[in-house]
């Protein structure tokens, strides 16, 4: 194995002190631009590779960004992702980016290791199974900014960014009444993750201010992936009298169950009225496109993103330690899906 090239080896061949060597790769101007132009170029052809961890060690630094998702195949995850890297890349940070799969003990290990990389700040949309915050508490003990986006902790000393689910789901459920819909089945992940009883809460206020009476059954759980549209559509079709509306709380999951209506003969949306959520590329692509919420992802993360490397940057601004929510403005696209005559 070849010796690894130090500052010390390019320093004798230019006969340069290491100090005028260490300054150059750092772009000191105290280092004339010959000179710097010279040490880069032998840099460049003796294969020399900086030491960044050491030099983060030494900075109390590390310019990386941590950020643990649900699902990295997710619309929704990618379009917020966008909006984080623009920010962090426009600022000079590094993005980390991990995924839970769902799992709690998945999340528990990602946070682990992004405690141990010495990531300077946390960006976290929980796992379907997460029910504590304790593996995140080396973060807060450090001082380490945490914040949590779309699914996010009750936690006092923690922010989090999300929409008003609750009113999105009753601005949709109410759509669906005003097209004559009476029997809305409604189809979410589970209660444990915010986003999702926050739904639920909003579907059922729209019942109550419509004199609509609650019904269980019409409330079906599932993993909301494509390959699900086909049980969820099973069951419908089991109800006796058949619901005459739909609303999903995600768009994939939306246009599988629309496929799925429409092979078994059912019209959208005479028959049933459909309402996804998230604006995913798909409710636009599928036939009838889909009336769905539009959850603003992209500017989700750019809103994160900056608030938490304002907080780096100004270690005085106690934003994070005082808001424990910030809200972002939804809207619900009506289309073809959910509109009748």
Known sequence: MEKEITIYD???ELGVSPTTVSRALNNHPAVNEKTKKKIFSAALESGYQSNVFAANLRNKKTNNIGVIVPRLNSSFQSSVLAGMEKVANEAGYNLIISQSLESYHKEVANALTMFNSRVDGLLVSLAGDTENIDHFMPFLKKGTPLMFYDRIAEHSNTTGITIDNI????NATNHLIEQGCKRIVH????????????????YKYALLENDIPFNPSLVLYADLV???GEEIVNKILKMDPLPDGLFVSNDSCAASCIKHLKLAGIRIPEDIAVVGFNNEFISRLVEPNITTVNYPGYEMG???????????????????QNTNKITLRSELIVRASSKRK
């Open 167 to 170: 009113q999105a789901a009753q």
């Open 10 to 12: 390019i320093a004798k």
């Open 187 to 202: 189809v979410l992940r589970t209660t444990k993750i915010n986003v999702y009883a926050d739904r639920l809460k909003g």
């Open 302 to 320: 750019e809103l994160a993103m900056k608030n938490l490397i304002n907080h780096l940057e100004n270690p005085g601004d106690r934003m994070l």
């Open 226 to 228: 494509e390959d699900v």
